[in-house]
């Protein structure tokens, strides 16, 4: 793994943080100067991941543009950073959703009716901070601390410019995750003292070369309890069912911008887990415990698409369809085979832009009509007919339509998840259910919003797109038919790393079986 003076990742890493900074020096008064200077900070961010994605070399499955530096050698904890097959495209997504939160923010009435634009934007540059660091630290401390990090600027973006009832959503939505995460800090402090190193690719390698250094002796074994420590953090952050029911209030709740980066990217912090720690350090736990996991995610895809039918609130009938993808996502990942884990981590992606992008649409209805009420729309493609076009194309999208992204990465989830020897036929029947549903809600939902007659008066003359909002719903557009007609530009980023994974989980089922 070579390593830089200063390497690209930590460039990309830094740039929010050294952006969150420079608008600490501006004054309140200066808004337009604070949200052009928080534009520029994740523009360059973006610029600078994709450099990195440019300069990333798919054939090897390694950690590539690593940088690391002694922090705490007591304990052996040091700042170490690199990206690989599993992490480079989401770093991409996240450099790619921030943007567009932004950009979201600029119509924001909420801003400008409690103030402390300052405040806002840099919790955002400070979040973008942290999701980034989450996804490249490979450090255990490390990435504890952002994972950890992300939790604050989120609490306070609900808090402080969310709905009604944002301060019963934003202390929910912190209780839930920083319950889960005691639970992995305990079993992270174990695997490191234990390792003798907190450095990820280290311990993976100490895991392969003595198999018994977490002990696997069946489901309540030392490892087990591990990897429980561990899965049910990154559950409750997915959030994978049952731990689910502190999304659909912080997503109601939050404000649009928060929204779409909390479904665009926070969500994925805990598929990534899942991938980067879960399987590589308790493989054979992994192993044991994929039909539970699985039953768990075909569950919450059914159980989401059926609530989203039930829902009367826009924004409610999104966040519960959020519950549902990322069932699909964590099916994909305990297929445990190629197949599942390359569309499990293409559908974080599809998942982010999509989902990102259905939030921005129920943001900008809600800047015009101060309502998510399904009821309160309809016709609404007659008075806006490019919102009406480009909305049709994020929600087929949404609902997995052949052509765009979200089809891509639902097939192969369910393709890895019939070839797959833990989970199989019966559990890609049950999820197959699941897109017959999202078809469902999916076209109630455009139905009841878009199409028929414009009946209430508050419709009729509603504001058009500003050139923002037009270009923020274009390049969205650009990306979901880019990705389903050419999936193989992220396929192959990502395919070198997933299959050296899949292969070592393999060897380990191989040692189960023949016991």
């Given at each position: 793994m070579p390593e830089s003076a200063i390497s690209i990742t930590t460039i990309t890493l830094f740039i929010p943080l050294v952006s969150m900074f420079i608008l600490l020096f501006l004054k309140e008064e200066q808004a337009q100067?604070?949200?052009?200077?928080?534009?520029?900070?994740?523009?360059?961010?973006?610029?600078?991941?994709?450099?990195?994605w440019a300069g990333f070399d798919i054939t090897n499955p390694n950690l590539q543009f690593v940088q690391r530096g002694e922090w705490i050698p007591t304990y052996g904890i040091s700042y170490y950073v690199g990206v690989d097959g599993l992490s480079m495209i989401l770093?991409?997504?996240?450099?790619?959703?921030?943007?567009?939160?932004?950009?979201?923010?600029?119509?924001?009435?909420?801003?400008?009716?409690?103030?402390?634009?300052?405040?806002?934007?840099?919790?955002?540059?400070?979040?973008?901070?942290?999701?980034?660091?989450?996804?490249?630290?490979?450090?255990?401390?490390?990435?504890?601390?952002?994972f950890e990090v992300t939790l604050v600027p989120m609490y306070f973006m609900i808090g402080i410019w969310g709905a009604e009832q944002r301060v019963y959503a934003?202390?929910?939505?912190?209780?839930?995750?920083?319950?889960?995460?005691?639970?992995?800090?305990?079993?992270?402090?174990y695997v490191g003292i234990n390792a003798g190193t907190f450095a990820v690719p280290e311990i993976t390698a100490a895991v392969r070369a003595n198999p018994a250094l977490f002990p696997f002796a069946g489901m309540f074994s030392t490892q087990s309890f591990l990897f429980l420590g561990f899965l049910i953090a990154f559950a409750i952050k997915t959030p994978m069912f049952p731990f689910h029911s502190w999304l659909p209030d912080a997503h109601v709740q939050a404000p649009t911008a928060g929204s779409i980066i909390l479904a665009g990217v926070l969500l994925k912090l805990g598929t990534y887990g899942m991938a980067r720690f879960c399987f590589q350090f308790f493989p054979e736990a992994s192993v044991a415990w994929a039909p539970t996991v699985g039953v768990l995610a075909v569950i919450?895809?059914?159980?989401?698409?059926?609530?989203?039918?039930?829902?009367?609130?826009?924004?409610?009938?999104?966040?519960?369809?959020?519950?549902?993808?990322?069932?699909?996502v964590v099916l994909g990942l305990f297929a445990l085979n190629a197949q599942g884990?390359?569309?499990a981590i293409l559908q974080m992606v599809n998942h982010g832009i999509s989902t990102g992008g259905?939030?921005?649409?129920?943001?900008?209805?809600?800047?015009?009509?101060?309502?998510?009420?399904?009821?309160?729309?309809?016709?609404?493609?007659?008075?806006?007919?490019?919102?009406?076009?480009?909305?049709?194309?994020?929600?087929?999208s949404s609902m997995g339509l052949p052509g765009l992204n979200g089809f891509v990465g639902e097939f192969t989830i369910l393709l890895g998840t019939f070839g797959s020897e833990y989970l199989g036929f019966f559990f890609a029947l049950f999820a197959t259910l699941g897109v017959i549903l999202a078809a469902v809600y999916s076209l109630y939902m455009y139905q009841k919003v878009f199409m028929g007659e414009v009946?209430?008066?508050?419709?009729?003359?509603?504001?058009?797109?500003?050139?923002?909002?037009?270009?923020?719903?274009?390049?969205?557009?650009i990306v979901i038919i880019w990705i389903g007609v050419y999936p193989s530009t992220f396929f192959g980023s990502m395919d070198a790393s997933v299959n050296q994974l899949v292969q070592q989980v393999s060897a380990v089922a191989q040692s189960i079986v023949s016991r």
């Open positions: 100067f604070i949200r052009i200077g928080a534009l520029a900070g994740s523009l360059l961010t973006l610029g600078a991941a994709v450099v990195m770093v991409v997504l996240t450099a790619f959703i921030v943007p567009v939160a932004i950009l979201a923010s600029w119509h924001m009435h909420v801003l400008e009716e409690r103030g402390r634009q300052k405040l806002y934007y840099i919790f955002i540059m400070l979040l973008e901070f942290a999701m980034i660091g989450s996804f490249v630290a490979q450090d255990l401390f490390l990435f504890y601390i952002f934003a202390i929910k939505f912190f209780l839930y995750t920083i319950a889960g995460s005691i639970l992995m800090l305990l079993a992270l402090l919450g895809i059914l159980y989401g698409a059926w609530v989203s039918y039930a829902q009367t609130d826009v924004k409610k009938l999104v966040a519960y369809s959020s519950v549902s993808h990322m069932g699909f884990i390359n569309g259905l939030f921005l649409l129920v943001g900008m209805l809600y800047e015009r009509r101060h309502t998510k009420a399904l009821d309160a729309f309809g016709g609404i493609w007659k008075v806006m007919p490019l919102f009406g076009g480009l909305s049709l194309v994020i929600t087929l009946v209430k008066e508050e419709n009729k003359h509603l504001e058009p797109l500003h050139w923002q909002e037009t270009l923020l719903l274009v390049v969205i557009v």
